[in-house]
């Protein structure tokens, strides 16, 4: 009997950097040379990883596109004794990315799942923000739509606390609009490439937040932190 869970192996949640490849743990590396096979959603951006700390190990995908076929062929993988890290993009995987999937039919099948923390961009950001971290909800990304992205701000309205967005730049402005249209004009915290070359941290109101980014082209990855209602 392995780990009480008949004698299958273990799906490891790993956390890996959100930008700065310093950003991981002693326990993380351990877990990345031992396990028998790393799923990644990106295997090139895992490879870099892996190849920074010569790591080599068996790499295979798991992403939104084949998550479907692939999580039945890694539950028997696990079955039959073998480890697996299941690595997202960047962060903890299961945090809007396709790890859900596995973790739940990993569940199903009374085979072990274990977390190892690590980075992941909504704390880093809300710690940064200025905003009450006390409560909090995280909303991941909006709808795409707009018709879709209003509504559920509309009903996001009367929410008091902090509330965090995932958020793509060619969405940013208009998420940025639609706020003030419906929040009003709230403090907000915009962090953007954190722990990269280029990480920039903007708070003050939405209103100011939009004239500042009119201005300057917004690029790469993106959290907003906007206050819950006072
Ligand atoms: N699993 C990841 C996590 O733990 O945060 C999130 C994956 S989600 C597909 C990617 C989104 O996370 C980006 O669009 C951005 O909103 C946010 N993100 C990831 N890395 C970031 C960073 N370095 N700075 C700011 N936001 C980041």
Redesign the pocket.
Known sequence: MKNGFHNSGTLYLLSTP??NLEDITLRALRVLKEVDLIAAEDTRKTGILLKNYSITNRLTSYHDYNKEKKAPWLLQELKSGKSIALV??????G???PAYLMVKYTIEEEIRVESIPGP???VS?LVVSGLPTDKFIFEGFLPAKSGKRRKRITELSDEKRTMIF???PHRFLDTITDFILILGDRRVCI??????KFEEVKRGRLSKIREYFETSKIRG???IIVEGRL
């Open positions: 959100i930008g997202s993009d960047a962060g903890t995987p945090i809007s990315d992941t961009a909504f950001a995932y958020e793509s962090a953007r490439e954190l722990t990269k990855e993106i959290v």
